[in-house]
């Protein structure tokens, strides 16, 4: 059975940082290429950041391009996402899930940038 299970989120002031973490069980985590996702109210889920297979390689959405790391420790199936000088429209429901052959949805975990 397939787990996705996002922590990290929080409530931070604009020009701050978050580490979001994602634990993943159930499938052979370190042969798919992982990504982060947010969903905003009132707007669709969009794709944040990528990270391929053997974490060498990354890929992001150009408005947290310079801001947003993604990386991926293999050994304990866990993909993370550092977030930093966060602004008011980052906020969002961040979700992990395997970039190319998505798995359900985990609950996600709450970033709200706010003064």
């Known amino acids: 059975q397939v787990q996705l299970v996002e922590s990290g989120g929080g409530l931070v002031q604009p020009g701050g940082s978050l580490r979001l973490s994602c634990a993943a069980s159930?499938?052979?985590?370190?042969?798919?290429?992982m990504s982060w996702y947010r969903q905003a109210p009132g707007k669709e889920r969009e794709l944040v950041a990528t990270i391929f297979r053997a974490g060498g390689s990354t890929d992001y959405a150009d408005p947290v391009e310079g801001r947003f790391t993604i990386s991926r420790d293999n050994a304990k199936n866990t993909v993370y996402l550092q977030m930093n000088s966060l602004k008011p429209e980052d906020t969002a429901v961040y979700y992990c899930?395997?970039?190319?052959?998505?798995?359900?949805w985990g609950q996600g975990t709450q970033v709200t940038v706010s003064s």
């Open positions: 899930n395997a970039r190319y052959s998505p798995y359900d």
């Open positions: 159930g499938f052979t985590f370190s042969r798919y290429a």
